[in-house]
C-alpha cells in the first residue's frame, strides 16, 4: 500500500479515534450520573474512558507481535500524561492542589500498580500473576470510590480507619465537585456510549497499524513510533479532558 495512503489512514484514524473518544467520556459520565456513581467513581469511568486509544493501540501492537511499539506505547503516554495533565493543566488554571489524604488515597493503589508492572516487565512477576496483583488492589480501591459515607463506616475496619477513608473519599468528592456535573443520561446516551467505543477500538486499530508502515516503510524504530507518534496522539484525550477541566475550575481532577 502507498506510503501516502498509509499517512491518510493514520490522520483519519487519530481524527475519528479522538472525537469518538471524547463522546465515549461524555456519555458515560452521563450513565454514571444516571446510575447514582459518586464523583469520584465519574472521575474514574472518565479516565477509563479516555485511555481508550492508547490502551487499543498498545494491545493491537501486542497483538501483531510488535512489543516495542506497544511498549512504547505505554511508557511514553504515561510520560506524556504527566506533562500535559498537570503541566498544562497548572499552566492554564493557575495552580493544581490536592489535600494530602487524596493523594494517599489514589496513591497508594499507583504505587502498587506501578511496582507490580515493574516486576511484570522485568521477569519477576509471570503476566498472569501481574494482572491478579494488580486487579487485588485496583478492585477495592474502585469499590471504595463507588461507596457513599454510610457505606463506607459499614466496612470492618477500625473506627480511626474507616473515620480516614470517610474523610479521603469526601475530599475527592469536594475537589470532583467543580468538574463533574453531568445531566442524567438516557438509553439514547447508552447506544451513543456503545458506538463510540467500537468506534473508538476500530479507528485506533487503523491508527496504530498505519503508523507501523509508515515507520517500517521510514526505517523509524518501532520503540519511536510507539513512545513518540502513537503515545502522544493517543493521549490528546485526556490532555483535552485536563485544559477543559481546568478552564472550568476542575484542574484538581486532572
Same mark, same amino acid.
Request: charged share 15%; proline share 4%; aromatic share 6%.
Given at each position: 500500500?502507498?506510503?501516502? /495512503?498509509?499517512?491518510?489512514?493514520?490522520?483519519?484514524?487519530?481524527?475519528?479515534?479522538?472525537?469518538?473518544?471524547?463522546?465515549?467520556?461524555?456519555?458515560?459520565?452521563?450513565?454514571?450520573?444516571?446510575?447514582?456513581?459518586?464523583?469520584?467513581?465519574?472521575?474514574?469511568?472518565?479516565?477509563?474512558?479516555?485511555?481508550?486509544?492508547?490502551?487499543?493501540?498498545? %494491545?493491537?501492537?501486542?497483538?501483531?507481535?510488535?512489543?516495542?511499539?506497544?511498549?512504547?506505547? $505505554?511508557?511514553?503516554?504515561?510520560?506524556?500524561?504527566?506533562?500535559?495533565?498537570?503541566?498544562? +493543566?497548572? $499552566?492554564?488554571?493557575?495552580?493544581?492542589?490536592?489535600?494530602?489524604?487524596?493523594?494517599?488515597?489514589?496513591?497508594?493503589?499507583?504505587?502498587?500498580?506501578?511496582?507490580?508492572? /515493574?516486576?511484570?516487565?522485568?521477569?519477576?512477576?509471570?503476566?498472569?500473576?501481574?494482572?491478579?496483583?494488580? %486487579?487485588?488492589? /485496583?478492585?477495592?480501591?474502585?469499590? /471504595?470510590? %463507588?461507596?457513599?459515607?454510610?457505606?463506607?463506616?459499614?466496612?470492618?475496619?477500625?473506627?480511626?480507619?474507616?473515620?480516614?477513608?470517610?474523610?479521603?473519599?469526601?475530599?475527592?468528592?469536594?475537589?470532583?465537585?467543580?468538574?463533574?456535573?453531568?445531566?442524567?443520561?438516557?438509553?439514547?446516551?447508552?447506544?451513543? +456510549?456503545?458506538?463510540?467505543?467500537?468506534?473508538?477500538?476500530?479507528?485506533?486499530?487503523?491508527?496504530?497499524? %498505519? +503508523?507501523?508502515?509508515?515507520?517500517?516503510?521510514?526505517?523509524?524504530?518501532?520503540?519511536?513510533?510507539?513512545?513518540?507518534?502513537?503515545? $502522544?496522539?493517543?493521549?490528546?484525550?485526556? +490532555?483535552?479532558?485536563?485544559?477543559?477541566?481546568?478552564?472550568?475550575?476542575?484542574?484538581?481532577?486532572?
Amino acid at each position: 500500500m502507498p506510503g501516502g /495512503l498509509q499517512a491518510v489512514l493514520f490522520v483519519v484514524g487519530v481524527s475519528v479515534s479522538l472525537a469518538a473518544s471524547w463522546q465515549l467520556v461524555l456519555r458515560l459520565e452521563r450513565l454514571g450520573e444516571r446510575a447514582g456513581f459518586s464523583g469520584a467513581s465519574l472521575g474514574l469511568v472518565a479516565a477509563l474512558a479516555a485511555d481508550a486509544p492508547e490502551i487499543t493501540s498498545a %494491545a493491537t501492537a501486542l497483538a501483531h507481535g510488535q512489543a516495542s511499539v506497544g511498549a512504547g506505547v $505505554v511508557v511514553g503516554s504515561n510520560v506524556f500524561n504527566l506533562a500535559a495533565l498537570l503541566g498544562l +493543566a497548572a $499552566v492554564v488554571a493557575g495552580r493544581v492542589g490536592f489535600h494530602r489524604r487524596v493523594v494517599l488515597l489514589g496513591g497508594i493503589p499507583g504505587v502498587w500498580v506501578a511496582v507490580v508492572c /515493574l516486576l511484570t516487565v522485568a521477569g519477576v512477576l509471570p503476566p498472569a500473576a501481574g494482572l491478579v496483583s494488580a %486487579a487485588i488492589m /485496583l478492585g477495592p480501591y474502585a469499590g /471504595l470510590l %463507588a461507596l457513599r459515607r454510610s457505606g463506607i463506616e459499614r466496612l470492618p475496619f477500625p473506627g480511626s480507619w474507616t473515620a480516614w477513608l470517610v474523610s479521603a473519599v469526601y475530599e475527592e468528592e469536594t475537589e470532583l465537585s467543580e468538574a463533574i456535573r453531568p445531566r442524567r443520561g438516557t438509553s439514547r446516551d447508552g447506544l451513543a +456510549a456503545a458506538v463510540a467505543l467500537v468506534t473508538v477500538v476500530a479507528a485506533s486499530i487503523v491508527m496504530e497499524r %498505519a +503508523a507501523t508502515v509508515l515507520g517500517r516503510r521510514y526505517a523509524v524504530a518501532d520503540i519511536v513510533i510507539g513512545g513518540l507518534v502513537l503515545a $502522544v496522539v493517543t493521549s490528546l484525550p485526556n +490532555a483535552v479532558s485536563a485544559v477543559y477541566l481546568a478552564r472550568r475550575g476542575g484542574a484538581r481532577r486532572c
